[in-house]
């Protein structure tokens, strides 16, 4: 069974930055993708960025596009989630996300979730 531990999370001043971590465990395949979501108070689950284990382009929701950055150390089963020049509308708990194969924009399609931490961006 896959499980996915995130860390990483915090409170921050608008225009900071943060990274958040996300370890996946008893991961078997090489291939699949991972991801990053988010869900704020009374609102939806709402994509962020993917990318695949095995290279190649990277995706990203148009409201983080050029301040978030989705990276991977394969060697350490590891997604990297970089966030810039932070808002209060950022403000949300973020939640690691795997596939086993493509991923998709919508939650519902996602296999396996880590546990959520919790991003606030103060004005």
Partial sequence: ?????ESGG????????????????????????????????GKE??????T??????TDYAN???GRFTISRDNAENTVY???????PEDTAVYYCAAWR????????RVNYWGQGTQ???SS
């Fill in 1 to 5: 069974q896959v499980s996915l531990v």
């Fill in 10 to 41: 915090g409170l921050v001043q608008a225009g900071g930055s943060l990274r958040l971590s996300c370890v996946v465990f008893s991961r078997s395949s090489s291939s699949g993708a991972m991801g990053w979501f988010r869900q704020a108070p």
């Fill in 45 to 50: 689950r709402e994509f962020v960025a993917a």
């Fill in 52 to 57: 695949f284990w095995s290279g190649g382009p």
């Fill in 63 to 65: 409201s983080v596009k």
């Fill in 81 to 87: 989630l970089q966030m810039n020049s932070l808002k």
């Fill in 101 to 108: 194969g493509t991923y998709y924009y919508t939650w519902q």
């Fill in 119 to 121: 991003v606030t961006v």
